[in-house]
C-alpha cells in the first residue's frame, strides 16, 4: 500500500502565501494524476488543483492566478503555492493522488488534511 502525508498548512493573513507539500510513498509502481482538494464543514469536497504525470494542469476558477500546483516525479510529491490568499480560502486542503501499486492495480489515496486558515 501506499500513503500520502501532507505538511505546509497554518495560518495567515489576506494576502499572504502559504506553500502546501506532499509527500506519497511506500509500494508505488507509478503515480499518474496529482491534485489538491479543500473542504469546508457541511460542504463537499472540492478540487482546488490537478496536476497530470506530464505535467498538465487544471484549476478551479477561483483560484487561477492565485495558486500554482507543482509536482516532481522523482520525489513522488506534489505542491501547491498560494498566494494572495483571501478569507474564503480558509479549509481543510487533501492532498489526492491515482498511485499504481502494480504495473495494473490502481488506487485512488488521500492524505490526512491540513488545515489552512486565512484571517482577515
Known amino acids: 500500500q501506499a500513503q500520502l502525508v501532507e505538511s505546509g498548512g497554518g495560518l495567515v493573513q489576506a494576502g499572504g502565501s502559504l506553500r502546501l507539500s506532499c509527500a506519497a510513498s511506500g509500494s508505488i509502481f507509478s503515480i499518474q494524476t496529482m491534485g489538491w482538494y479543500r473542504q469546508t464543514p457541511g460542504k463537499e469536497r472540492d478540487l482546488v488543483a490537478s496536476i497530470t504525470v506530464g505535467g498538465s494542469t487544471n484549476y478551479a476558477e477561483s483560484v487561477k492566478g492565485r495558486f500554482t500546483i507543482s509536482r516532481d516525479n522523482a520525489k513522488n510529491t506534489v505542491s501547491l503555492q498560494m498566494n494572495s490568499l483571501k478569507p474564503e480560502d480558509t479549509a481543510v486542503y487533501y492532498c489526492?493522488?491515482?498511485?499504481?501499486?502494480?504495473?495494473?492495480?490502481?488506487?485512488?489515496?488521500w492524505g490526512q488534511g491540513t488545515q489552512v486558515t486565512v484571517s482577515s
Open positions: 489526492n493522488a491515482d498511485i499504481f501499486i502494480t504495473r495494473y492495480r490502481s488506487y485512488d489515496y
